[in-house]
């Protein structure tokens, strides 16, 4: 008999541990039609940016006051036009496409930048439909007068707004840049989180020597990117036992999904690698899954999760620092590297 690949993620019933976090596929109906039908239990919209929406604004308010400088009666003149849809219109339009051709839950992804904005923009992604709401605390603490206190205050904040303003299940997708990571993440939860997923991936940017630009560089995740969301899935599941956690960054098979719910995760996101191989990596992986749970006598994904983690490990040092010195010490040197025997 097959093991039991159901789940729950944020309280929603999953088929299956493999979610399809946020990608162009994600955007529109028919791919993300496809992407389900290969086998994801759920999807994450691509992120609703702030600064997308006032970008939006801003350019159609300069195009409506062109020429007013010139001409005096302009500045009593205001055209008379339909009304033109705004960046979050156009989202939440397809976040209500998208929920009505799919029969997984849909979880909208939400990017602000302003404290104020953040509850105003995910009430209008729950009205729309939304499953859950996840949110995308990604920003560079760049500033050098704002304190690592400071900054964690202000996203705690937002996360307690949102919570008071939507009832849908809320995630937030974290960074591992907090001077405090285990402590950041157990505040995130008492504040209102249902869940957390590990981890943002900062897309750096690079410099063009040609054009002497700063250039975006969009660079898909590699394998070993694995092993921070998999040490940090394992620290966090006994601290936030009630909690849902996500892990993502690196998951392109079916075994590193084995890995992170061994470790205490209740979905793998896949991104990198549907968008490599197109929606066939998610039944690729979700086949390898079920092949390695089968073998390995498990009756279900419940059974697997956790039975890794910090708390159940036999050596829960290997996720800490003790690990970092038997790592130094594991690497051999190639053979054209060892020293020679002294001659006569």
């Not at 994801?40 to 300069?62: K, Q, T, Y």
């Not at 956790?306 to 010490?329: I, K, Q, W």
């Amino acid at each position: 008999m097959s093991a039991d690949l159901t789940t729950r993620y944020l309280g929603l019933e999953l088929a299956a541990p493999l979610v399809a976090s946020a990608s162009p596929l994600n955007e529109h109906a028919d791919t993300a039609k496809a992407v389900v039908d290969a086998g994801a239990a759920a999807v994450v919209m691509p992120s609703l940016f702030e600064e997308e929406i006032l970008h939006d604004e801003i350019s159609l308010n300069e195009a409506l006051e062109v020429g007013s400088e010139h001409v005096g009666e302009t500045l009593d003149y205001f055209p008379d036009f339909a009304e033109i849809p705004t960046v979050a219109d156009r989202y939440v339009r397809a976040l209500e496409v998208l929920r009505a051709a799919v029969d997984v839950p849909v979880i909208a992804s939400l990017n602000a930048v302003h404290p104020g904005s953040w509850a105003g923009y995910a009430s209008r992604l729950a009205d729309a439909g939304a499953d859950a709401i996840e949110l995308n605390l990604y920003s560079v603490a760049a500033d050098p007068s704002r304190s690592a206190a400071d900054i964690e205050a202000e996203k705690l904040d937002v996360i307690a707004q949102v919570r008071a303003a939507v009832g849908v299940p809320l995630a937030v997708k974290l960074s591992p840049y907090y001077t405090s990571f285990a402590h950041f993440a157990c505040q995130v939860c008492e504040v209102g989180a249902d869940g957390l997923v590990v981890f943002n991936r900062f897309y750096q940017p690079d410099v063009d020597l040609g054009t002497m630009e700063v250039v975006p560089k969009l660079e898909l995740s590699s394998h070993w990117e694995l092993r921070l969301p998999l040490r940090w899935v394992a620290i966090l599941r006994p601290l936030l036992p009630e909690a849902s956690l996500a892990a993502t960054s690196g998951i392109g098979t079916g075994l590193d999904a084995a890995k992170v719910i061994a470790v205490g995760a209740d979905v793998a996101m896949m991104t990198s690698a549907v968008l490599a191989e197109g929606p066939v990596a998610i039944t690729r992986a979700l086949d390898e899954l079920q092949r390695w749970l089968d073998h390995h006598d498990y009756e279900s994904v419940s059974q697997l999760r956790g039975s890794m983690s910090y708390a159940t490990s036999d050596d829960p040092g290997a996720f800490e620092r003790a690990n970092y010195r038997r790592v130094l010490h594991s690497w051999v040197a190639p053979t054209n590297l060892q020293p020679s025997s002294p001659s006569g």
